[in-house]
């Protein structure tokens, strides 16, 4: 009986060398294919860590050209504004001249209006037929034509509403042909320049 046991262990130990042999195939080829797959993976690594650096190496070439071109745009805009509000000043400052200068003149000019009115409102009509007082007529409107011209116009007055902003009152009255507030008399004619009083009219203002 224990001859029949060796004799099958004879018979089956090939199996198992077999089996021996199989399994150190097996786990050969399993070491080969992780090695391989290590090498691949390592390759991959490599190869996906030198894009990368192309890459951030392209990058940073092309940010530094994107950050030179936005600082000069940058200036180039600061200075274009810069321009443009001293431009915007410039001319407001001018405009103010002239507006200041052109008020100054009118004041001058205005007193020889008044005493062109005067003198003419003196003339009986006969001597409105005279040749110099025609004359002098006709100065008068050239230059009432020549102010209208450049902007100055009278403030209206007798008739009208007081206004504090276009009237000076210096006198007050009670006439119940007038209604309240109302102004009957104009002592001096005012005048705006545009939509700025040159002088106030002075007038009397009933009720």
């Given at each position: 009986?224990?001859?029949?046991?060796?004799?099958d262990?004879a018979?089956?130990?090939p199996?198992v060398?077999?089996?021996?042999?199989?399994?150190?195939?097996?786990?050969?080829?399993a070491?080969?294919?992780?090695?391989?797959?290590?090498?691949e993976?390592?390759?991959?690594e490599?190869t996906?860590?030198?894009?990368?650096?192309?890459?951030a190496?392209e990058?940073?070439?092309?940010?530094?050209?994107?950050i030179?071109i936005?600082?000069l745009?940058?200036?180039?805009?600061?200075?274009?504004?810069?321009?443009?509000?001293?431009?915007?000043?410039?001319e407001?400052?001018?405009a103010?001249?002239?507006?200041?200068?052109?008020?100054?003149?009118i004041?001058?000019?205005l007193?020889?209006?008044?005493?062109?009115?005067?003198?003419?409102?003196?003339?009986?009509?006969?001597?409105k037929?005279?040749?110099?007082?025609e004359g002098?007529?006709?100065?008068?409107k050239q230059?009432?034509k020549?102010?209208?011209?450049?902007?100055v116009?009278?403030?209206?007055?007798v008739?009208?509403?007081?206004?504090?902003?276009?009237?000076?009152?210096?006198?007050?009255?009670e006439?119940?042909?007038?209604?309240?507030n109302?102004?009957?008399e104009?002592?001096?004619?005012g005048y705006?320049?545009?939509?700025t009083v040159?002088?106030?009219?002075?007038v009397?203002?009933?009720?």
């Amino acid at each position: 009986m224990a001859k029949k046991k060796v004799e099958d262990v004879a018979e089956n130990k090939p199996d198992v060398a077999e089996a021996t042999v199989e399994e150190e195939t097996v786990a050969a080829d399993a070491t080969d294919t992780a090695d391989n797959a290590g090498e691949e993976a390592s390759v991959e690594e490599e190869t996906e860590a030198g894009a990368e650096e192309d890459a951030a190496k392209e990058e940073e070439k092309k940010d530094k050209k994107d950050i030179l071109i936005e600082e000069l745009n940058d200036k180039y805009m600061r200075t274009f504004a810069e321009f443009d509000n001293f431009r915007k000043r410039t001319e407001k400052e001018k405009a103010a001249m002239f507006e200041v200068g052109a008020k100054s003149i009118i004041e001058r000019v205005l007193p020889i209006v008044d005493s062109f009115e005067r003198g003419l409102a003196t003339l009986s009509e006969e001597e409105k037929s005279q040749p110099f007082a025609e004359g002098m007529d006709k100065v008068y409107k050239q230059m009432m034509k020549a102010l209208e011209e450049a902007g100055v116009t009278p403030i209206e007055a007798v008739g009208k509403e007081f206004d504090p902003n276009l009237h000076n009152a210096v006198m007050h009255g009670e006439d119940e042909n007038y209604g309240e507030n109302i102004i009957s008399e104009e002592f001096q004619k005012g005048y705006m320049y545009r939509e700025t009083v040159v002088r106030y009219s002075m007038v009397k203002v009933e009720n």
